[in-house]
Each structure stands twice: as C-alpha cells, then as structure tokens.
C-alpha cells in the first residue's frame, strides 16, 4: 500500500534524523527527495481522491487563455484567479493531469518550505502533515489550497507586521476563495488569552446560538450578490451535538498544548498567538459548521506547534514527567480522531464501502483504471447520482 510506504519512510527519515548527523547537503537532498515523493504520488494520480473527481469535469469546460476575454467573471461560481491559473494551464495542454502536477508542486514545495523553516522537527513535522492533511490538501481542496499556500507564504510578513505586504497576499488570496477573507482577520485574533478567557470566549459563542440562528445575525448585514450567497453558505451550515463534539475533539489538541505550555512555563512559541486565532475560529466553528472551512489556513501552523510542543516535552520529559505524559496522551486522540476520519461508514451513500475508499485502491496515469466503487462514493456523498 502507497501510503503506508511513504509513511514508513518518513518515520525512517525521522529515526535516522539525518540533520542531526551534521551532513547538511546529504540532509537537503532527503528532504527535497521526500517533497519530490509526495509531489509525484498527488500530481500523477489518476482519479484519486473526492473532490479531484469533480475538479476534473469541471476542467474541461473552463475557457482557455484565448477564451477568457469573452468570459463573464461577474456571472461566474468560483473567484477570478481560479479561472486564470486554469485557463492558463489549458493554453499549455488541456489535461488536468498537468493541472494537478501544478497543483502538487506548488502546494507541497510551500509547505515543505514552511515547514523547514518554522519546525524544529521537520521530519516530525512532514509526518504529521502526511497523516494528518496530505491527502486532505492534494486529493479534496483543489481550490483552496491555493490561497491556503498564499497565507502561509505570507506568514513572515505577519509575524514581523509588515502588513503592507500581508495584506497584498491576502488580497490575492481573495481572489482565488473566498474563504481567504478570514486572512484579513486573522490579525486582530492573535492575543494571548488565559485560560479563563478561553472558557469565557466559549460561554459567549455558545449560549447565544443555543438561541439565534446564525444566519439571522449576519443577515442583517448589506452584501453584494456573490459575497451574500457566501455568507449565507458558510452561516447556515447549523450542526447537531454530534457535530459539535467532533469539532471540539479536533482544536483540543491545540488547547491542550497551549496549557501545557503554560503550566510548564515553556518560552511562546513563534505561533502561539496564531494559535490563539485557531482556537477562537475553532470555537466559532464549533455552532457554526461553515466556519471550520477557515481553519484551513491555519492547519500547517497548528501542526507545526504541536510537533514542536511534543519534541521540547519529551526532551525535558524528567522535569515534566506527568505533563508529557499528557502530552502523549493528547497525541493519541489526534491519531485516534484522523483513524475515525478515514474509517468512519459511509455505506449510507455506496453500500460496503469507508471514507478511505476515495483514496484507495491508488491509480496513477502510468495505470489509468477507473475505480467505480469510488466514483459512485463521491457522487453520491455530493448528491450528484
């Protein structure tokens, strides 16, 4: 099995740990040959994944560069640079093969680079990013891992306030989801917040939507058509106690290793206060289901912190024996959450099938096989059959 391969060889990647061996060139050419891995297995498969499925059928009916001066941007479903990264790729060759290589390369160069940077453990840090969002931003969120990558690009900029700069990024950012409105937010939510204060935070968000309708609150508001339908796509998106405890299950990883944090006294992280950004959107997300789409931008970040949480407990685990025990513990729900997410039935929409049906059995271009099982899965899940 692909995955379970790739994962093994990472996990050696991070026994061998060859950064520590001070052979930094044999060191960059791991790593640039683990990002070429992961690139090739995302940009060469071959109808793997749910959301690539339709991604790939709405493709060939986008216009091409020639094409787009008679296009109707103000009349059209997705932002304008969606439509230009495509049509511009269909000049070169119309085949989304070459639409998701671009795709891979572009996201996964970004967040190996981001990675490198900002984690003390980058092979720890590629792990938990192939276990816990690989398949999530190469193989589902086409579209938004774009601006996605654009945040995380602009994040040096936000972390020195050069909001110039920021902002410029965010703004394309726009202009590829809108989601990426979020970006222009995410400034004013990273405060350091106490305990207490997250717990007030939680009683304010969630006793008054035990009563009000999202929506309603935000409908008061005067919108544009386009920037109207999103709201209320993201706004009314309620979910049940269900969904609410699934959300809560998964910022807890964060929350827990921000108090353990504190309670050890452990320097702030470089990202604590986006963190703090991450819970609070978390939260939000928690009564409003629409709103867990913006934890997207800060998922590589929230991952990167708890890897370097982990590492700096274990290594001073003597001193803080109980909390890492803690911390392990914490680990163990993350793992248990995402075996959840892969496993969970979804025999509701194609009989005797799992959500890991979408990306298993793995086809790649060189054996272009259609898996019909995982096409009626998708289309099914997405009402489209």
């Known amino acids: 099995m692909i995955y379970l391969v790739i994962a093994l060889l990472i996990l050696f990647c991070h026994t061998v740990d060859f950064g520590q061996k001070k052979d930094e060139k044999f060191d960059r050419v791991v790593y640039f040959s683990l990002f070429l891995i992961l690139s090739l297995i995302a940009g060469l498969r071959y109808r793997v994944g749910g959301d690539s499925l339709a991604y790939q059928e709405y493709f060939y009916a986008y216009p091409n560069l020639s094409q787009l001066r008679r296009f109707s941007f103000g009349e059209a479903q997705y932002r304008p640079l969606w439509y230009i990264l495509n049509a511009t790729i269909k000049s070169i060759n119309d085949s989304f093969i070459l639409f998701q290589f671009v795709q891979a390369i572009f996201v996964n160069g970004v967040i190996f680079w981001f990675i490198k940077r900002y984690c003390k453990a980058k092979y720890e840090g590629i792990l938990f990013y192939f276990i816990f969002g690989y398949t999530y931003f190469n193989m589902e969120i086409l579209r938004e891992s774009f601006p996605v990558c654009i945040f995380l690009l602009s994040v040096p900029y936000l972390l020195k306030k050069k909001w110039l700069l920021y902002y410029l990024f965010s703004i394309i950012a726009f202009f590829f ?123 590589i970040l929230s991952i990167i912190y708890i890897v370097d949480s982990f590492f700096i407990l274990k290594k001073y685990k003597k001193l803080y024996y109980t909390k890492y025990l803690w911390s392990i513990g914490i680990v163990f729900i993350m793992f248990g959450y995402q075996t959840y997410y892969y496993c969970r039935d979804t025999s509701r929409y194609q009989k005797d099938t799992r959500f890991y049906d979408l990306y298993l059995p793995y086809y790649s271009v060189f054996n272009p096989v259609v898996d019909r099982q995982r096409e009626m899965l998708y289309f099914k899940q997405m009402g489209l059959y």
């Not at 989801?177 to 350091?192: C, D, N």
């Not at 009563?211 to 919108?223: A, L, R």
């Open 177 to 299: 989801h809108f989601s990426a409105v979020i970006t222009f937010v995410i400034p004013f939510l990273t405060r350091r917040l106490k305990i207490w204060h997250i717990i007030l935070l939680i009683l304010l968000v969630f006793v008054p939507f035990l009563f009000i309708n999202p929506y309603e609150v935000f409908s008061y508001f005067n919108y544009s058509s386009d920037f109207g339908a999103k709201v209320e796509t993201y706004t009314s998106l309620n979910i049940n106690g269900y969904g609410v405890l699934m959300q809560v299950i998964a910022i807890l990883p964060v929350a827990g290793f921000k108090i353990l944090r504190q309670k050890c006294k452990i320097p702030p992280h470089v990202f604590e206060n986006l963190m703090t950004a991450y819970l609070v959107i978390g939260i939000f997300a928690a009564v409003i289901g629409g709103f867990a789409r913006f934890l997207n931008y800060l998922n």
